[in-house]
């Protein structure tokens, strides 16, 4: 079996060194058919005129060819915005689309070995090294020797992967053009779902995809002797593959708009923006059907399945970014701060995006329907902003590179809209609980360590109270991590749910209310 | 009642219950709660949870440290001397003193060794305080082969698993013929052994330790058994039970027995003297069936509780509900409401359950009417409030397993044991169930019973 880990493991890093070596593996050689291919029709003359000097040229990285881009296109777009002359500004970023043209090199001409070699070995190895280490070991033990590692403990190896992680976060959100080269080797997939080309984000959602399927084997195999989180973690990569990989590429290839119908305003910010609602209404029944699916979603199913089953169902259930965390991110659970501080910070910020996200909303909504009479194109920079500050920079860069810094859901606790809302029907009109078990708890603080959202579940167990709080995403390690049976999560009458005085069972001298 | 200046020796689960209790009750009181052990209040159940790298130390603290400024609790990290009753001075190990009102000992208790020779030797060591926890850490990072822990209770079993974690293989003696016999029946205590047994662990039943050897440097080379055996070791853990820690009180005027002697308003011999938690001991047993030693978690907590309600209402005597325990073998989870007895006892009926995979287990005693006395239950949770309630109440056993579906704990989608224990308890004692249904989820995924 070890020696099994050990090849799982060695593959696992061949292929994560192949995958970063191969955006270095490429040239570029740019024509001005391939500028007329790639850029919009009101921008092909200017482009193709600006972008003269690099024809024919070849270009040994791509760091070179885009310096030599921006040589040649930037100042005549800074000269624009010095002359304040809006309207005219190139505000697409056509690096990337170009690049991908540009661009020769063996992820290019031998696509499949070079996903084989790199996100194939990644799985392979990744699957190779959760059987062989999940061999002997009791689920008792499953949280054992956690913070004994450098990876899952802040040490050296934790440092350097949320390094990586946020290194390429950046690079995908800003810099999506040194991905290309990745993205070729994607290409023949996504024409086969889609028919279409592949983009950075196509890539992203495959390695997105992935990395919840192999770690969701892990977790499976972690929780072998628990069907609760067995369940929730086939949820979540069925989910993930389905609704929000599949289905949305299907569509394309069926000429219909790219949707994920599990995704639900405000986590899906842009649902309410001006061309959203344009594709919608412009793609027959079909798009009808999203658009009033999306709004069904938002003022039935949030309120309904949480009233029953609190926001659970969502967030550790079906929800992507809450599938990556409960996956790939379940080995740095226990790195959430459970610090007063942290839960007071937490409310601030996560209420306040919610406002912002409602505001954006409602004015961008407002703006439609006056035809942009009212605010004109300010919507369009809240729109960026968001897109920017919370859509990128908060969901992306913080909440996935931060698992090894400051635990997997730093996001969804302190930043994600959705949650916000799910969770003030949680604390306020649901069936949801974690029942304490009578005067059992001994006050360990498993339970405490454990929780993603920096729940402190002890305080509340302890005075054999019921932990009822906004935040709580029911993924139930609280319950599987206790010792002594004191905690379970469970649906049942409104009566009786939240303990103001709470009783410990045992002690018939007093009826304490601690 | 003024602001008397309360002191507490002692900053364990009861001490601190105690002092939260009595600031709740008494917003004028001066609290002062002194140890030399550790500044801060931690939860001693997590000592295993540190070593194998599950828990930080940090974690094991219920209370942040702004908890006790907030709530004008004085912490003092000392060691007590002496205390001079008649005119109410501490002295501490410093020489520095301090003037109590009222005085409440809550020193807990410490492993007891039973004279073995050797016993003194470096390697040789319980699992009660922070700084045992320290030393076995610091021992057990050198590398070795193999560690011996000795007695078969439920800090036995932890330092096993503990040693487990490190990789050091465990020779395992345990005095009595079957594992923690004292309280588990035969059938549960041979359920427990095979779990051991399948964790490479080398259990010594019916087996002593006699001696400790050492080499030159005075560190722990080997244990002889009673058996005459010589087993190789690099370390002893000493699980043999615990005692009051009460030492320093001996040689006062205090009256002290096994423990710091109370009544049952935890009045000592002293006025404004009292005692809590593990080191009191009652003159009289507090309820049927109990001891005049309570020396686990929950009862530390009540003893607390009640004694600051004392202070800040008319005083009651100490009056323990239905009992109730917890502890964890390995993957195993025991609870246990009510009396179970670990022998057979004429008049009473035992009904039993085991899984057919001999990892879970059910047990009910039943009176000379077949009313519930207590049930004992292994790898399976079950609700504490029910049971408290059925056993209160005295319902029959047929009623308990008519509504048992209410009563089981295990999370959602759990396997159903309840339907297998309501059809067996049929067969066995007979009565008229009607088994729980399957809930839908079960039906699909093919509950296991």
Request: glycine share 10%; proline share 4%.
């Amino acid at each position: 079996m070890r020696g099994i880990q050990g090849i799982g493991l060695f593959l696992f890093l061949l292929g994560m060194l192949v995958f970063t070596i191969l955006p270095f593996l490429g040239s570029y050689r740019l024509s001005e058919a391939m500028v007329k291919n790639q850029v919009k029709e009101i921008h092909q003359e200017k482009l193709a005129e600006l972008l003269q000097p690099l024809y024919g040229q070849n270009y040994p990285s791509t760091h070179a060819f885009l310096t030599a881009y921006s040589a040649n296109f930037d100042p005549y777009n800074e000269e624009l915005k010095a002359r304040e002359a809006w309207d005219q500004v190139i505000w697409d970023d056509y690096g990337f689309a170009l690049a991908k043209a540009a661009g020769e090199g063996p992820a290019r001409s031998n696509p499949w070995t070079c996903l084989m070699l790199s996100i194939g070995l990644v799985v392979l190895g990744g699957v190779l090294f959760q059987f062989a280490s999940s061999g002997s070991k009791h689920t008792s033990l499953a949280h054992t020797g956690v913070f004994h590692s450098s990876l899952k403990n802040r040490g050296f190896l934790g440092m350097l992967t949320g390094t990586y992680l946020i290194g390429f976060y950046v690079i995908l959100y800003w810099f999506p053009a040194y991905l290309s080269p990745l993205v070729w080797m994607v290409e023949p997939i996504a024409q086969f779902l889609s028919g279409g080309p592949a983009s950075q984000w196509f890539l992203y959602g495959l390695v997105y995809t992935l990395a919840i399927a192999v770690m969701g084997i892990r977790m499976v195999l972690k929780y072998r002797d628990n069907k609760y989180q067995q369940l929730r973690t086939a949820s979540v990569i069925f989910f993930q593959t389905a609704f929000a990989f599949l289905i949305p590429e299907v569509l394309v290839l069926l000429n219909k708009p790219y949707f994920d119908f599990k995704n639900i305003w405000p986590l899906d910010y842009d649902f309410f923006y001006d061309y959203q609602i344009d594709t919608f209404i412009s793609s027959g029944g079909l798009g009808l059907f999203m658009l009033i699916w999306g709004i069904l979603l938002i003022v039935l199913g949030v309120p309904l399945f949480t009233y029953f089953y609190g926001k659970r169902w969502y967030c550790s259930w079906v929800c992507g970014c809450g599938g990556l965390a409960e996956t790939v991110g379940d080995g740095f659970r226990h790195l959430s701060d459970k610090s007063l501080k942290a839960w007071q910070w937490e409310r601030w910020m996560i209420h306040g995006v919610l406002a912002l996200a409602v505001i954006m909303t409602g004015l961008t909504i407002v703006n439609y329907f006056s035809s942009f009479s009212l605010l004109g194109q300010v919507t369009n920079q809240l729109h960026s902003f968001y897109g920017f500050a919370i859509g990128s920079a908060f969901a992306g860069v913080v909440g996935t590179g931060f698992y090894p810094l400051m635990g997997n859901r730093v996001w969804c606790r302190f930043g994600c809209p959705l949650a916000a809302y799910l969770g003030l029907v949680q604390r306020f009109k649901s069936r949801f609980r974690i029942t304490t078990n009578g005067g059992q708890c001994i006050s360990c603080g498993n339970c405490s360590t454990h929780c993603e959202m920096g729940i402190d579940v002890r305080a509340y167990a302890q005075q054999g109270q019921n932990i009822v709080r906004s935040s709580c995403v029911g993924c139930g390690v609280c319950a599987s991590v206790c010792p002594r049976g004191v905690l379970k999560l469970e649906n049942g009458p409104e009566e009786g749910r939240i303990h103001e005085f709470p009783i410990l069972i045992g002690n018939d001298s007093i009826k304490l209310r601690s | 009642m003024g602001s008397r200046h309360f002191v507490i020796i002692g900053n364990g689960i009861s001490g601190i219950t105690f002092a939260r209790n009595l600031r709740k009750g008494d917003d004028k009181a001066r609290i002062t709660v002194i140890s030399g052990e550790s500044p801060y209040f931690f939860s001693r159940t997590a000592l295993m949870y540190v070593y194998m790298g599950q828990m930080k130390w940090e974690h094991t603290q219920p209370y942040e440290p702004v908890f006790w400024k907030k709530n004008r609790i004085d912490l003092i990290k000392a060691w007590v001397k002496t205390i001079t009753f008649e005119s109410k001075i501490l002295v501490f190990d410093s020489g520095e003193t301090l003037n109590y009102d009222v005085l409440v000992l809550a020193t807990g208790s410490k492993p007891a060794f039973f004279g073995w020779p050797g016993q003194d030797l470096k390697g040789v060591q319980g699992l009660y305080t922070k700084q045992d926890l320290e030393a076995m850490e610091a021992i057990t990072n050198r590398p070795m082969e193999r560690a011996v822990v000795v007695g078969g209770g439920l800090i036995g079993i932890e330092l096993a698993e503990m040693l487990t974690y490190k990789k050091i293989a465990v020779t395992f003696l345990v005095r009595e013929n079957r594992f923690w016999e004292q309280v588990l029946p035969e059938a549960e205590s041979s359920l427990v052994q095979k779990h051991i047994r399948e964790h490479e662990i080398d259990l010594r039943l019916g087996t002593e330790l006699k001696e400790i050897l050492s080499d030159a440097q005075g560190n722990v080379i080997a244990v002889i058994t009673s058996t005459g055996e010589e087993i190789p070791c690099g370390f002893v853990g000493i699980a043999t039970g615990v005692i009051p820690n009460v030492d320093f009180l001996k040689n006062t005027s205090l009256m002290i027995g096994k423990g710091v002697k109370v009544n049952s308003k935890f009045e000592s011999s002293i006025p404004d003297v009292y005692a809590i938690g593990d080191c009191a001991e009652f003159e009289q047993p507090p309820g049927p069936g109990r001891r005049n030693l309570e020396q686990v978690w929950y009862t530390g907590r009540m003893h607390g509780e009640t004694l600051a309600y004392n202070f800040c209402h008319e005083p009651v005597a100490y009056r323990p509900g239905i009992w109730f325990n917890s502890a964890k073998f390995f993957a195993i989870e025991y609870q246990t409401y009510g009396w179970v007895q670990p022998e057979p006892v004429d008049g009473l009926q035992d009904f039993y359950w085991e899984h057919q995979d001999g990892k879970v287990s059910f047990r009910m005693s039943l009176d000379q009417e077949g009313k519930i006395l207590g049930v004992l239950n292994l790898g399976f949770r079950l609700r504490h409030e029910f049971f408290d309630k059925a056993i209160r109440e005295k319902w029959s056993g047929e009623k308990v397993m008519q509504a048992l579906d209410k009563g089981m704990f295990d999370p959602e989608f759990y396997a159903p044991y309840h339907l297998g224990i309501q059809a067996a308890f049929k067969q066995q004692i007979g009565g008229d169930i009607i088994p729980s249904k399957k809930s839908f989820f079960q039906k699909i995924f093919g509950a296991s019973q």
